[in-house]
């Protein structure tokens, strides 16, 4: 047991621009979460996977986010268009089943400028 | 819509000093009630999961407690490595857990 990976740890880009982060779960989990942490708040849902179907989305969502998990193994999500509000810590998490405790990785810190 | 509240937003102990946390939550459906431990720039790291009303966990130092409104981490004699954010967390009828803020506790030697 590895671990939830993610990388980068850190990607700084200019307003505008696009960006994708990477997901590497725990190998035997097939849920997995996306969630978006700003400073001194607690992590947002922001998207779910049940091996390669994603299977619910927050409202909180735009258009401009997008998450895929090929072949129900590792998930990628990308962000269209960055604006300096998506600046915020990317956690990725995964779980065995429904109602087991997520694992998360240590996150992407995205910063937009 | 699903409120989980938590206080202190921020404490200070003196090592040794007990104290408990507090998770409120006004949710339909609790499946289970998570805490989480984290550590600046880390995600949060699991700590307990309870499920229904009258259930404790404990690990070392810390103590979970569950009523059908609220939740207490409890903490006795801590130490300087305790210090962290401790964030709960509510499952629903959805997939997602739903966090709240955290409390943020400090303990100096």
């Known amino acids: 047991d590895t671990g939830v990976s993610q990388n980068p740890r850190h990607k700084i880009t200019k307003r505008g621009q696009n960006v994708t982060f990477r997901c590497d779960p725990i190998s035997e989990h097939n849920r997995l979460y996306w969630y978006r942490q700003t400073l001194g708040q607690g992590p947002e849902f922001l998207t779910y996977f049940q091996n390669e179907a994603q299977l619910e989305k927050s409202r909180l969502l735009s258009d401009r986010f997008s998450a895929e998990r090929p072949k129900g193994s590792f998930s990628t999500l990308e962000i269209q268009r960055t604006e300096q509000g998506d600046s915020a810590m990317y956690l990725c998490a995964s779980s065995f089943d429904r109602g087991s405790p997520l694992h998360f990785g240590n996150g992407t810190r995205l910063t937009v400028t | 819509e699903d409120q989980v509240t938590q206080s202190p937003e921020a404490l200070r102990l003196q090592e040794g000093e007990s104290s408990s946390l507090n998770c409120s939550y006004t949710?339909?459906?609790?499946?289970?009630l998570f805490w989480y431990r984290q550590d600046p720039g880390k995600g949060p790291e699991f700590l307990f999961t309870?499920?229904?009303a009258g259930e404790e966990k404990e690990k070392e130092r810390l103590k979970a407690t569950l009523t059908k409104k609220e939740s207490f981490l409890h903490i006795t004699a801590p130490k300087p490595e305790d210090s962290a954010t401790y964030l709960c967390a509510v499952q629903t009828s959805g997939y997602a857990l739903n966090f709240g803020k955290g409390t943020s506790l400090l303990v100096t030697p």
């Open positions: 949710v339909s459906g609790l499946r289970g």
């Open positions: 309870l499920y229904s």
